[in-house]
């Protein structure tokens, strides 16, 4: 069904992102604007996903020009799931930042680029071409790479070094791909592609064409062995940056890497044994990463790197019930990362430091707050009414359905790993008895903010550990919605009938 | 380079190259050229100014922080791609009025596309190249 105003929630980020630059100099007032647009961006996306739910996927022709010539905008139940995902992150982020971030970097341009950023995640889950796709990367690197040197210190700027090379080259990998693609079918729709793709008698340029796309993909979605930027960057920026990068930028790794692989290129058994190594040693290396870390941050960094192990398990098992099982993943992943690295940074903030070692006794001092805390953390082991263990209970169903014991094997490993990493933070961070710690002097304080910042930083992770609480409770319904979404994935004829209008 | 000849000419090169960068940004569409080219162009322009009378002298035609332009632009061409909307059209659709305007022929949506790319390259390049030379 053609409609044309599946493009708006980017849209609307851009215009958010141009009415703060004209307020470039008054630091409030884009505090507010930031705030309220992401409420209606909230509401845009809302709708959106209400009405796909209601008819079915939504298709738009860039300028009018038909597919597969012109660009096409596609909202399916999973872009418009993950583009709704992305704008209460947003939200929470933007509502966090107003407590957290300090006026210096909101001089140098935070809200707008904030902004810029999540429209890059937006365009890159609803456009319907590869190309297109890779711009919305470009955008997406762009704003986070500002995202993450604004401020300049040090670590920050070594952190972005790291961080900008493997994304520049990933990206190069992914254009290489793309131009081989080209060269093979003369288009660049991604329904267009499926058809003409299926039809190329070079099977072995195709298999090539395949491993490059997975290559570049897993570099953004940092998998095994690709990962290494992404401990060594995400824990350099202040936590309200860490807290997008964590919750958003390697899903759209793992969401371009679904997309790709079910609807281009169907994998035969190689590439799924290929994806399915790839995704036991991302949860093992993660994982493991994950215990020997006393930085918080980097702890949680590791937490992302053993948690994308599980979505691509569900790829490597390739049927429907465990892509639905990473699809329900990746819903609760989003929301719970994302609140972590607000956690971590509000821990910051009361006691001056991110090193487990020398924190302690948080409970005793606030018991309200830590059991706030507590929802998302305990929420990332997946006990059960919570949100994580749904997404693993189909992924171990959908194991068990295809007889795959191994990656049964790596699954509970690494849920056990994800139990005593969690386990240990929150005895070292939370019941340990801490010492006094030394007051630093550039660091302010919890105490000394004022009350509105107080309940901003609170109040975003409230809102997402409801939202988190919702997900592990209301599991049925996103569950069913998982389910629509992978056979979605399996079958694409609805999606390409929609874009080309068959 | 504070040659008396270089001076003199770029008192004369800085209106000609404004100039030309406006003919660059019109005849963009069919041909070679378009917003991008003429807001390097006219970025070119300024920075010779300032080679030659220094930067504060630049500066001081501009009148106002070249960083402006950035936000100005980027409406202009969100407002221009945006338009269609309204009529029912997709985003980005080609609008053109029925009757050309003289000399700049057919006027439509992708013009203040174009512009609003124009200035925003005008703002970008005039932003990083006077923030450059200030820590110099």
Known sequence: ?502 | MKTIIFKTASAYLLPLLLLFSVFILLRGHYLPGGGFVGGLMAAIAFVIHSFANGIDKTKNIIKFHPGFLMPVGLLLALTAGSLPLAFGDTFMTGLWMKQSVPVIGSVGTALFFDTGVYLVVIGVTLTIIFTISEGL
């Open chain 1, 1 to 502: 069904m053609s409609n044309p105003y599946i493009v708006l929630p980017v849209i609307f980020q851009l215009f958010v992102a141009v009415v703060l630059m004209f307020s470039w100099n008054r630091k409030n007032l884009q505090k507010l604007i930031s705030v309220i647009g992401s409420l209606i961006a909230l509401l845009i996306s809302l709708l959106l996903l209400l009405k796909v739910n209601q008819d079915g996927i939504q298709a738009m022709q860039a300028g009018g020009w038909v597919a597969p010539f012109g660009i096409t905008f596609v909202a399916d139940t999973f872009s418009a799931l993950l583009v709704l995902l992305t704008a209460i992150a947003g939200l929470a982020v933007s509502v966090f930042s107003v407590g957290s971030i300090r006026n210096a970097r909101i001089k140098f341009g935070y809200f707008p680029i904030l902004h810029l950023l999540i429209m890059g995640l937006s365009g890159a889950f609803l456009t319907g071409d590869i190309f297109n796709l890779y711009v919305w990367f470009e955008i997406i690197i762009i704003s986070s790479f500002v995202l993450l040197t604004i401020g300049g210190e040090k670590a920050q700027i070594e952190g972005a070094i790291k961080y900008v090379t493997m994304n520049l080259l990933a990206s190069v990998i992914f254009l290489t791909a793309i131009a081989i693609l080209y060269g093979l079918t003369g288009s660049l729709n991604m329904a267009d592609l499926s058809i003409q793709v299926a039809a190329v008698e070079n099977r072995g340029l195709v298999n090539v064409t395949a491993i490059l796309f997975l290559i570049g993909f897993g570099i953004k979605s940092a998998v095994f062995p690709l990962y290494f930027w992404l401990p060594a960057s995400y824990h350099t920026p202040p936590p309200a940056i860490s807290a997008i990068f964590g919750g958003l930028l390697t899903k759209v790794g793992v969401y371009a890497l679904l997309r790709v692989f079910t609807l281009i290129f169907i994998p035969d058994e190689f590439l799924t044994w290929v994806i399915s190594i790839m995704a036991m040693l991302t949860i093992l290396t993660g994982g493991l990463g994950a215990l020997i870390q006393n930085n918080m941050r980097k702890v949680f960094s590791y937490l992302i790197i053993c948690h994308i192990g599980f979505m691509l398990a569900g790829l490597g098992i390739y049927s429907a019930i465990a892509i639905a099982g990473a699809v329900f993943y990746l819903v609760h992943d989003i929301m719970v990362k994302t609140n972590l690295f607000m956690v971590s940074g509000l821990i910051f903030k009361f006691k001056g430091t991110y090193s487990m070692r020398l924190l302690g006794g948080f409970y005793k001092e606030q018991p309200l707050l830590s059991l706030l805390m507590a929802i998302p953390l305990f929420s990332l082991v997946g006990i059960p009414p919570l949100s994580g263990f749904w997404g693993k209970l189909l992924l171990i169903k959908g194991a068990i359905a295809s007889s795959n014991i191994l990656m049964i094997a790596f699954i509970i490993l690494g849920s056990f790993l994800t139990l005593f990493i969690i386990a240990k933070l929150w005895a070292a961070v939370f019941w340990k008895d801490g010492a006094e710690l030394p007051r630093k002097k550039h660091i302010k304080y919890f105490e000394e903010l004022k009350p509105l910042k107080k309940k901003a930083m609170i109040g975003s992770i409230a809102f997402l550990s409801v939202i988190s609480l919702g997900i592990g409770f209301g599991a049925e319904w996103i569950m069913r919605l998982s389910m629509t979404i992978a056979e979605n994935l399996m079958d694409p004829t609805p999606y390409i009938q929609a874009v080309l209008g068959i």
